[in-house]
């Protein structure tokens, strides 16, 4: 079973729908909407700031999100996509965003909605990804605007990712 964990007062509130892999980590204050998935050894880590989840989004396999004391939160809108290994650490990402693998957002960062940030980009502090592009690179630049074929992906990501969690015979969080 997953390790689901109260730190102080707070305790980790899933929606029922959710899938939670039986390796993840959730800790502290952290919500977590509907038919979102958190998938093997990924760590929700909410013991010094809180995280809020939306619907439909998937952290995924190693993923790490956290917060920073005091300063900075972490939220994370509906029909978000959190690839492989990411870090997401007190910064929001709005609705319909993709984190590309090994991707990591930093305290304060603004991601606006239908962005893609690519594997392996690190965008730093305060910064602001405008709504519609692709950012690349260390730091993360607006690379270009996103195709119509790549818009459509963030439309249909969440959604595989609620069918890949319905193979699974179990709901980690039960």
Request: contains cysteine.
């Amino acid at each position: 079973m997953a390790l689901i964990l109260p730190v102080k007062d707070s305790y980790p509130a899933i929606a029922a729908s959710c899938f939670v892999a039986e390796n993840a980590t959730i800790v502290g204050d952290v919500e977590i909407g509907e038919h979102g998935s958190v998938w093997f050894n990924a760590v929700i880590r909410g013991d010094v700031n809180s995280i809020r989840i939306g619907r439909y989004t998937n952290i995924q396999d190693g993923a790490v999100i956290h917060c920073t004391y005091r300063t900075a939160p972490t939220v994370i809108g509906s029909y978000v996509n959190i690839g492989h290994q990411a870090l997401v650490h007190g910064c929001t990402l709005h609705d319909r965003v993709l984190v590309g693998m090994g991707a990591i957002v930093m305290d304060h960062a603004v991601v606006e909605e239908y962005v893609i940030i690519a594997a392996g980009a690190v965008v730093l502090e305060r910064t602001r990804c405008e709504s519609g592009y692709l950012y690349a690179g260390v730091p993360a630049k607006k690379i270009k605007p996103l195709s119509d074929e790549q818009r459509k992906l963030l439309d249909e990501l969440p959604d595989r990712y609620v069918m890949y969690s319905s193979w699974f015979p179990n709901k980690g969080n039960s």
